[in-house]
């Protein structure tokens, strides 16, 4: 950490935000705290759920924050403030202005005129790489360029701070390392306006590479529980065993027992939000996990590069093991217990068994629902009632995507069936 | 003329399940129309009639009527344009206004448009007394009822669903809402609007042939134009006069596609939401012409730059905040007072017409007219039945078969456009001349130019259906009645219930002029609604025409939620 100037560009203290349901509020973010130096790169990481992308609007004031208070160069944010640009994951290009005309739009809104904007949005182009497609329009582009539209489009505007939203998660993995590399090497060159860069990411090793400090946050509802300083200078090397060991380091603190964090309870509660993982990467994970070299251990990093999973799509299906009693997670490290082994030398019918004993055990949405059709005289129930039930206590895609998720893994394990036409649960075809 | 596929289809038809404001809106929208026309009517009669120029069937008058035609055709577009930006943008912008203008879009798209014309002449020939512009004005309102709504609908969607990322990126440049709507809301729309403003262009020559010369009560309008002077053919059974008049619009129809929408087109193909570029663009000669000029380039210049720049003011717009900072028991308070302004207005105003309605109509009148409503129905299902039976295998063969389809397509899409109200004196003279029962022989005409629709999306239809399936088809070797029931049916069912939507609502409207027409002073009239309505109308008789415009659209509305929209809901869900 280089602290150049003493005003922070960034001062964040107790910044909550939240949703009005029917029993209190759905809690995002809890009572951030974050300060942002001059000359830095910091990294917002954490897994979906953890609010990092609210986090990032509140502080390019997009979105007002409940409660706290955001200060960006001293004074308070009220609205979208000057010297903010931003990076978005989808790009966010206008699809009918040319890449030169996209560059210009910034300068545009702030009245620039109109050949000063034309000098600067070409030198922005310039600095970027994109000479040569000035005319040409975003669908025109591959992904790799298209980022570097936004890239030139945030920094044509000689922002003071760079709020980054996922911006490389969306490109493939050797386009998404040329464009972190070209980004750092500008950076480092101090051919940028910018004073600090705030990257949100759910890749660790991302996070390594570019960061010179990371925050993590924690999912429902998102708070920093750590503060992981990066040592490294530019270039970084991530073969170099240091990196690595910060990268498992990271892992571990992420994947920590629950009991660390007191307020997170170890099983799942009725109102728990479900994430969707699919009953194939379940079987798949563990299957893997049963068979050598792993033998029913394995470190998470390493099956995670193994899988090419990045931690969004791997820590929720290691969870969702976790909740079901098929696995445990300590330090990074990912066991299967003795339900778990079982599964793996099931066939297709006792699997299905397994999972559904387990499913009623550890979901309590699952048995929830399996005891209200077998009240009902009908045996059937529309999915308004659950939804209903779950919407005082989750946002209202959040009740639909915990819904799907447990109407999937039901399905698969014969608990109940379920009509998308007429959004109904039944116990028809199932056996009793 | 070549097809381009429709983004967004039938806006409308997305609205699935028809709302309790829809029980406000129905009241509340025909009884505005008919206070305001009724009440000019009142206050400013006695109105002189109108003087009626003398139309000349020389044919060589046809290229100045022509031109006036298309002129009204262009200023209704005008204000439908303006009006769509401004219904679109406020029905989108606040929940509250959302409530009523929605349902209210809703019912002024299921009112027959030549209704609006029974009611509106008198209120415009009123507002400027004596003067022709009152008849012109409401010529090209008539024509704007037939254009504007389902533009509004498209607009208002497109509205809704701007991308969040977009939305963001304006925001942090601060955008004030002036120049958002400019930069941002009108061109994500353009694509959906465009291609709008093509089937409303397309469906207003019929309406544009039949409100040019119009006959309500005493008043009677008869503008220069292509609809007139066929008028004029017709009462002086000028048989070759209507051949000209039919060569005419084919050359305005295809002239206006060459010269105004295949540049626009192809110039809107860059709004396209998609962020992969389309094997094949949407080309237009004209606009490759224009871009590759330099003098005209210039010349439009200055234009262009003008209206950058009133796009550019940092115009705030008032702001409907998107958190309201009010707690939320008030906002709620807020809503329901809302809700019983509304119900009150809607209450008193229907009262007032029902009321106005009942001095001139008999309970029995009401009975009769439902039952002409139901021989209208039986017209339109039966039609539309039949119209599914020959087109549907015929656009599933063309189809299939892209060279033909190539060929075809934009001849079905003419033949769309084209008014088929300027055919029926050719049918009339042989139901004249064989002495044909005219309940039957009439029917026909209802569907004469809207089957269109239905042949062409299904041609749509069966040239994007997946290979893939046709191979996996063959593979399985399913044929004959299974591969009609199981495969190409199922596949081209979305595209064919958009087709037979657009057509059923045509029908309807066409029902109007089709189910009374003339030769000279030979009157062929079928029963039904539609006839009713036309009687009522030359008749003057206001309650009456309320009646039967009502009626026909409670009709519409039914037909389309109790079959259209399940069967739309149906296709949207399961075989897409």
């Given at each position: ?70 200060n ?13 640009a931003m990076?978005?994951?989808?790009f966010?290009?206008?699809p ?28 922005a ?18 992904g790799?360029?298209?980022q ?16 980054m ?18 980004l750092?090497?500008?950076w ?113 990093p ?29 330090e ?8 778990g ?17 387990c499913?009623?055990?550890g ?13 009902r ?25 915990t ?15 379920y ?14 | ?40 009517r ?62 209210v ?32 004005c ?55 609007l ?26 009677t ?24 008049v ?29 962020t ?24 439009f ?28 028991v ?24 029902v ?6 109509v ?38 299939l ?10 001849l ?46 299904v ?5 994007a ?22 495969i ?8 064919y219930?958009?087709?037979?939507i657009?057509?059923s ?12 027409v ?31 415009i ?18 739309y809901?149906?296709a949207?869900?399961?075989l897409?």
């Amino acid at each position: 950490m280089e602290n150049v100037n003493t005003a922070p560009i960034l001062d964040i203290l107790d910044v909550c935000c939240g949703f009005d349901r029917g029993q209190g509020e759905l809690k995002v973010l809890d009572g951030v705290n974050l300060t942002l130096n001059d000359g830095e790169i910091v990294g917002l990481l954490g897994r979906s759920g953890s609010g990092k992308s609210t986090l990032l609007r509140i502080i390019s004031g997009l979105i007002s924050a409940t409660d706290g208070t955001v200060n960006y160069c001293g004074h308070p944010v009220d609205g979208p403030a000057e010297g903010v640009a931003m990076v978005f994951q989808t790009f966010a290009l206008f699809p009918w202005l040319s890449v030169l005309e996209n560059v210009e739009a910034g300068l545009e809104a702030l009245g620039v005129g109109a050949k000063e904007r034309r000098e600067r949005a070409l030198a922005a182009i310039d600095l970027i790489g994109l000479d040569g497609f000035e005319s040409a329009y975003p669908r025109e582009l591959s992904g790799g360029m298209r980022q570097r539209v936004g890239f030139a489009r945030a920094l044509v505007v000689n922002p003071t701070l760079m709020l980054m939203d996922e911006p490389f998660s969306a490109l493939d993995v050797l386009t998404a390392e040329t464009l972190r590399t070209d980004l750092l090497d500008l950076w480092n060159d101090g051919g940028l306006p910018i004073k600090s860069i705030l990257i949100v990411t759910h890749n660790i090793e991302e996070a390594v590479f570019m960061c010179d400090r990371i925050l993590l946050l924690s999912s429902n509802p998102g708070r920093v529980i750590s503060e992981i300083p990066v040592p490294f200078t530019h270039p970084r090397n991530r073969l170099d065993p240091a990196f690595r060991q910060l990268v498992d380091e990271i892992y571990a603190k992420m994947t920590a027992r629950p009991s660390a964090d007191a307020e997170r309870k170890t099983g799942l509660e009725l109102k728990s939000w479900l994430p969707q993982v699919s009953t194939n990467l379940i079987a798949g994970l563990i299957e893997t996990l049963a068979a050598a070299p792993y033998n029913g251990r394995a470190d998470m990093p390493e099956i995670a590069r193994q899988l090419h999973m990045e931690v969004d799509d791997l820590f929720p299906v290691a969870e969702f093991l976790q909740h079901l009693g098929f696995a445990d997670m300590s330090e990074g490290d990912i066991t299967l217990n003795y339900y778990g082994r079982q599964y793996a030398d099931f066939g297709t019918q006792e699997r299905k068994q397994l999972f559904a004993d387990c499913l009623l055990r550890g979901v309590p949405l699952a048995s929830r629902i399996k005891a209200v059709l077998n009240e009902r005289p009908g045996q059937r129930a529309p999915r308004e009632r659950f939804k209903q039930e779950l919407e005082d206590f989750l946002s209202d895609d959040a009740a639909e995507e915990t819904l799907d998720s447990v109407i999937n893994w039901g399905r698969y394990a014969e608990l109940f069936s379920y009509d998308d036409q007429a959004e109904m649960f039944s116990l028809e075809d199932v056996e009793a | 003329m070549r097809m381009i596929l429709p983004p967004v289809i039938n806006a409308s038809a997305r609205r699935l399940l028809p709302n309790r404001w829809d029980f406000v809106a129905f009241p509340l929208i025909l009884c505005v129309i008919v206070l305001g026309s009724t009440g000019f009517r009142q206050t400013l009669a006695p109105l002189s009639s109108l003087q009626t120029e003398v139309i000349s069937l020389d044919p060589g008058n046809l290229p100045e009527y022509a031109l006036r035609t298309i002129l009204r055709m262009l200023a209704a577009m005008v204000a439908s344009l303006i009006f769509t930006l401004a219904y679109g943008t406020l029905a989108a912008k606040s929940r509250r206004a959302a409530k009523v203008l929605v349902p209210v879009l809703d019912i002024l798209q299921s009112v027959p448009v030549l209704g609006y014309i029974s009611f509106t002449v008198a209120f415009f020939i009123a507002l400027f007394p004596g003067r022709v512009l009152g008849a012109e004005c409401a010529a090209i309102f008539a024509i704007f009822t037939s254009q504007a709504w389902n533009m509004t609908f498209s607009f208002y969607q497109s509205m809704r669903t701007v991308p969040t990322d977009l939305h963001e990126v304006s925001s942090s440049f601060h955008l004030t809402g002036w120049q958002r709507f400019w930069k941002l809301e009108v061109p994500f729309s353009m694509p959906g609007l465009i291609w709008n403003m093509m089937m409303s262009m397309s469906g207003g020559w019929f309406f544009v042939v039949a409100s040019e010369a119009i006959t309500v009560g005493n008043n009677t309008v008869i503008l220069p134009g292509v609809g007139s002077f066929l008028s004029q053919a017709i009462s002086e059974r000028n048989l070759g006069a209507v051949g000209w008049v039919i060569l005419t619009m084919t050359l305005v129809i295809l002239a206006y596609d060459q010269f105004l929408f295949r540049p626009l087109v192809a110039w809107a193909d860059k709004f396209r939401m998609e962020t992969t570029s389309s094997q094949s663009a949407p080309e237009s000669w004209l606009l490759d012409l224009i871009r590759r000029t330099r003098l005209i380039q210039r010349s439009f210049h200055p234009l262009g730059a003008t209206l950058r720049t009133i796009a550019r003011m940092p115009v705030r717009l008032p702001r409907i905040p998107v958190r309201v900072p009010v707690s939320a028991v008030s906002s709620r308070v807020g809503d329901l007072l809302w809700s019983a302004l509304v119900i009150i207005g809607t209450l008193l105003l229907a009262w007032r017409v029902v009321s106005f309605v009942a001095s001139g109509v008999s309970v029995h009148e009401v009975l009769v007219v439902f039952g002409l409503g139901f021989l209208t129905l039986l017209r339109v299902a039966v039609l539309i039945a039949l119209a599914s039976l020959i087109w549907v295998p015929l656009g599933v063969y063309i189809g299939l078969r892209p060279h033909l389809a190539e060929k075809i397509q934009p001849l079905a899409q003419f033949l769309a456009a084209f008014p088929a109200n300027l055919l029926f004196p050719i049918f009339v003279v042989g139901i004249v001349h064989f002495n044909a029962n005219p309940d039957i022989w009439l029917s026909p005409l209802i569907v004469l130019g809207t089957q269109w629709y239905i042949l062409f999306n299904v041609i749509a239809g069966a040239s994007a259906f997946p290979n893939d399936f046709r191979e996996a088809a063959a593979n399985f070797h399913i044929r004959g009645w299974q591969w009609w029931r199981k495969i190409i049916l199922p596949g081209i069912f979305p595209y064919y219930v958009t087709g037979a939507i657009t057509a059923s609502g045509g029908a309807w409207n066409a029902s109007i002029v089709a189910e009374m027409v003339s030769w000279g002073h030979t009157k062929l009239i079928a029963h039904g609604l539609g006839s009713y309505i036309a009687q009522t109308t030359t008749a003057g008789d206001y309650p009456k025409i309320i009646l039967g415009i009502t009626v026909m659209s409670l009709f519409v509305i039914m037909f389309n939620r109790l079959l259209w929209r399940p069967m739309y809901a149906y296709a949207e869900s399961r075989l897409r």
